[in-house]
């Protein structure tokens, strides 16, 4: 199983970067996926998730309207768009996979941002 984040960065307040993680291992179209951040010296937090279909998404109000979660199951990957970011959105970006109460997490990728 493995789970695989890109796409994180430096980027100026105001700016957007866009994150992927490529699933590969177990029933991606199956799976309900999620994003959580972890700052430096703060404990991981849920930002968003969506169901296995695509369905049903579902966000941290501290990130609702900003961030848009989505998933190609033809690609195995999970997306999360993050726009308008801020300087509190810095952190490690990790995905997470659910596959019949099975759990997957990713290494990280990490979001700076900052002018």
């Known amino acids: 199983v493995q789970l695989v984040e890109s796409g994180g960065g430096l980027v100026q307040p105001g700016g957007s970067l866009r994150l992927s993680c490529a699933a590969s291992?177990?029933?991606?179209?199956?799976?309900?996926m999620s994003w959580y951040r972890q700052a430096l010296g703060k404990e991981r937090e849920w930002v968003a998730s969506?169901?296995?279909?695509?369905?049903?998404?579902n966000y941290a109000d501290s990130v609702k309207g900003r961030f848009s979660i989505s998933r190609d199951n033809a690609k195995n990957t999970v997306y999360l768009q993050m726009n308008n970011l801020k300087p509190e959105d810095t952190a490690k970006y990790y995905c997470?996979?659910?596959?019949?109460?099975?759990?997957?997490w990713g290494q990280g990728t990490q979001v700076t941002v900052s002018s």
């Open positions: 997470k996979g659910n596959t019949y109460g099975r759990i997957y």
């Open positions: 291992g177990f029933t991606f179209s199956s799976s309900g």
């Open positions: 969506i169901t296995s279909a695509g369905g049903t998404t």
